[in-house]
């Protein structure tokens, strides 16, 4: 089983940027894609994702305001988040593509305050 471990949230006025790190304890190559996830009030969704050549999917909600990224050889994935608006308070989670639901970590709470 593989251990996730989130962080990089906090509190940050609208305009403001975050960067998300997800450590993996295991390879982070074995996810393919990998991916960050949010959850708000009753709903986790698929935020954004890396495949393992580094060709990126993002949801329509942020396109052209975040920017996934992974170094595998580091087993780390970042959500560069720029340009927050208040919609994208969450809690922030790494996971994969399809997800593995034994593997969700603690999430890192975002919350951006208009």
């Known amino acids: 089983q593989v251990q996730l471990v989130e962080s990089g949230g906090g509190l940050v006025q609208t305009g403001g940027s975050l960067r998300l790190s997800c450590a993996v304890s295991?390879?982070?190559?074995?996810?393919?894609?990998a991916a960050w996830y949010r959850e708000g009030p009753g709903t986790r969704r698929l935020v954004a994702a890396i495949q393992l050549d580094e060709t990126p999917y993002y949801a329509d909600s942020v396109k052209g305001r975040f920017t996934i990224s992974r170094d595998n050889a580091k087993n780390m994935l970042y959500l560069q988040m720029n340009s927050l608006t208040p919609e994208d308070t969450a809690v922030y989670y790494c996971n994969k593509v399809p997800v593995s639901t034994s593997d969700w970590g603690q999430g890192t709470q975002v919350t951006v305050s208009a």
């Open positions: 295991g390879r982070l190559s074995r996810f393919r894609p």
